[in-house]
């Protein structure tokens, strides 16, 4: 029972590089979400996804891009990264909106 | 705008004791709420959650009380063990064009002293 798993678990970017963080969940959960974690400020929502082919901005997007072209998996991509976005970037599932999530455990990123 | 409020950073607490872990909100619209739990290099885990049709929910060691009046919830852990030192996030949902996501506060890092 694997529930969310998230690769890799830590990285180092230099600014400008590019990577895609990948979610993955076996619950068969419709909704997705890619939260940043960062000191004093919570969790932050990135982006979410509502099904299979959808995505749709949270509060704070920039910087960022998604996809779910599976059901299973959630893609969270930085084209150009920044040393801004050094965070710990959880991703998160649920079966509907009754249901409270269940979260990966985390990858952390640090862009020098 | 923060919608979801946890004013207390950090809360150390001695074995054995009441933890009060406070959470405000501003939005009258949130109707159920949840507590998660998270310990370092870990994600966040589900502990407790309430519906704004009760005032309180219980859960073993675990109770969270809603004041919908004052916009106020709180979680109670009796009696406090070492193994509650985590960081506790309160979190509402928040409807939006047909779409449900959660807005989280900023947590409290509790300490339970051995």
């Known amino acids: 029972n694997a529930g969310v798993t998230q690769t890799p678990k830590f990285r180092v970017l230099k600014t400008g590089q590019s990577m895609t963080l990948l979610c993955a969940q076996d619950?068969?959960?419709?909704?997705m979400y890619w939260y940043r974690q960062d000191p004093g400020m919570g969790l932050r929502l990135i982006h979410y996804?509502?099904?299979?082919?959808?995505?749709a901005k949270g509060e704070v997007p920039d910087g960022y891009n998604v996809s779910r072209l599976k059901k299973q998996n959630f893609l969270l991509g930085l084209e150009s990264a920044a040393p801004s976005q050094t965070s710990v970037y959880f991703c998160?599932?649920?079966?509907?909106?009754?249901?409270?999530?269940?979260f990966g455990s985390g990858t952390r990123l640090t862009v020098v | 705008d923060q919608q979801v409020k946890q004013n207390s950073p950090s809360l150390s607490v001695q074995e054995g004791r009441i933890s009060i872990l406070n959470c405000d909100y501003t939005?009258?619209?949130?109707?159920?709420f949840l507590w998660y739990k998270k310990y370092p290099a870990e994600g966040p885990t589900f502990l407790i959650s309430?519906?704004?049709?009760?005032d309180k929910n219980e859960d073993g060691r675990f109770t969270v009380f809603l004041n919908k009046s004052a916009k106020h919830l709180s979680l109670h852990i009796v009696p406090s063990q070492p193994g509650d030192s985590a960081v506790y996030f309160c979190?509402?949902?928040?409807?939006?064009?047909?779409?449900?996501?959660?807005?989280f506060g900023t947590g409290t890092r509790l300490k339970v002293l051995a």
């Open positions: 998160a599932s649920n079966r509907d909106k009754s249901y409270g999530y269940t």
């Open positions: 939005n009258s619209m949130f109707d159920y």
């Open positions: 309430i519906s704004s049709i009760k």
């Open positions: 619950m068969n959960h419709e909704y």
């Open positions: 996804s509502v099904g299979e082919g959808t995505t």
């Open positions: 979190a509402a949902p928040l409807t939006t064009s047909g779409t449900y996501k959660y807005i």
